[in-house]
């Protein structure tokens, strides 16, 4: 077997982890971070930064296909399109 057919079998037997455990590290992380400042607005960068690579990586695994990616996504594709607008990513 080859190496890439080893790390595919280990990541079906590897158990999963939820997204929200991966979000709840980074969010520590970046609260840590801070070190003492403040911010405003976290939940709007907390959207942004969760937002941004979610868009690209589902366009992505879509082939770029507005529609399947916002059906993916779950939203209507105006918003999928008003949104890449907002982030630069048109």
């Not at 990586?57 to 296909?65: A, K, P, S, T």
């Amino acid at each position: 077997m080859n190496a890439a057919a080893d790390r595919t079998d280990s990541a079906r037997s590897a158990p999963r982890v939820p997204l929200r455990d991966h979000v709840a590290t980074s969010i520590r992380r970046f609260l840590g971070d801070l070190d003492g400042s403040e911010t405003e607005n976290l939940y709007e960068i907390a959207l942004r930064e969760l937002e941004i690579p979610l868009f690209i990586e589902v366009l992505q695994h879509c082939d770029g296909n507005q529609s399947r990616a916002a059906s993916m996504l779950g939203i209507h594709r105006a918003t999928l399109r008003k949104k890449l607008r907002e982030y630069g990513l048109d």
